[in-house]
């Protein structure tokens, strides 16, 4: 029989008026949304299904909307009965993949990813961080770029190993510059500077992940009950020590998201479903491997033919 995973986008996906269709639909996805307001003390709800756009998008707003947004359609999933084999998401979205796992409550996690957001948008100035896409080099030649670069004093690295061709780097503002110029030098296809509000997945994320460590002690954090593949190390983990202490350090570290992927497929992964707004990560999927089947889950039509699909498979 074939596994499932589930996989939970990030920050990126967020859209205005993601998950009000199904919210209308059923009172089950509505109460996720009310439990973010009541925990948060926002109307958090307001933001995503109203907007405007540019609070959506500010780091503390997108980050506790996209995991809400994920888990209240999860819900109708855990409803279906369909439970995934592993769980994974992209940067936030780990957060995600960690509450659809039984280790980390909802309410717990929407009040550590609103956390993070703040220490993340508290650590570099803005303006003083960078990130940007590189199409078309391997992670081996881009790691002598970041190297090179940063050992003259501007300090960059590879921060999301998305899919072969497509890395993304972060670091200070010169560092990225200075990076970008050099990679295309060396015949990277194009390099895209992205419009993010800080160094996401780099050293400079440092400060961050202790402000990160201490939240995470306040919650409780518990053995998952589904495996989830780790963005430090693409490694199926469920022990709860080990769960904080990689959140920790995701913080600071590249997103192995590739690897990721190819970890599943090695565990037996053929459909992979992502649960949340937008199809990025299942054109990932795609890009590592075309065989694998993959589903998108952010509407009501999606939902219904995805899980007909899954059931028919079972």
């Known amino acids: 029989m074939s596994k499932i ?48 756009q540019e609070q959506l998008t500010l780091t503390v707003n997108t980050q506790p909307a996209l995991l809400t947004t994920s888990i209240a359609i999860y819900e109708k999933f855990k409803q279906s009965g369909i ?8 940067s936030l979205g780990e ?32 303006g003083l961080g960078a990130m940007a896409a590189v199409l078309g080099m391997d992670a081996s030649q881009l790691e002598e770029v970041t190297t090179s670069v940063t050992n003259d004093g501007n300090p960059v690295q590879l921060a999301n190993l998305n899919c072969p061709g497509q890395i993304v780097i972060s670091g200070s503002a010169r560092g990225v510059e200075l990076a970008s110029a050099l990679a295309k030098e060396k015949g990277a296809k194009r390099v895209i500077p992205l419009e993010v509000s800080g160094p996401f997945h780099s050293s400079l994320m440092k400060p961050a992940a202790e402000k990160l460590n201490d939240t995470l002690n ?20 469920t022990q709860a020590e080990e769960i904080k202490v990689k959140l920790v350090e995701q913080l600071y570290s590249p997103v192995r998201w590739q690897q990721s992927v190819e970890k599943m497929v090695e565990l037996g992964v053929d459909t992979f479903v992502e649960v949340g ?29 995805t899980i007909q699909s899954l059931k028919g498979e079972k």
């Open 5 to 52: 995973a589930f996989i939970f986008p990030g920050q990126g996906s967020q859209t205005v008026g993601m998950g009000s269709q199904l919210a209308v639909l059923y009172p089950e996805v509505q109460a996720i949304f009310n439990k973010a307001d009541e925990k948060l003390g926002v109307s958090l709800s307001s933001i995503i299904f109203e907007g405007p």
């Open 83 to 90: 439970i995934p084999d592993y769980v994974a998401g992209h």
């Open 277 to 305: 707004p937008g199809k990025v990560l299942s054109g990932l999927v795609k890009k590592v491997d075309r065989s694998l089947k993959t589903f998108a889950v952010y509407d009501e039509e999606s939902l219904t033919t």
């Open 218 to 237: 306040s919650i409780s954090i518990n053995e998952a009950k589904v495996p989830v593949v780790a963005n430090v190390n693409a490694l199926p983990i």
């Open 95 to 126: 957060y995600t993949a960690l509450v659809a796992a039984e280790s980390i409550s909802f309410e717990d996690g929407v009040f550590a990813v609103r956390k993070r957001g703040e220490y993340m948008e508290e650590a570099v100035p803005a």
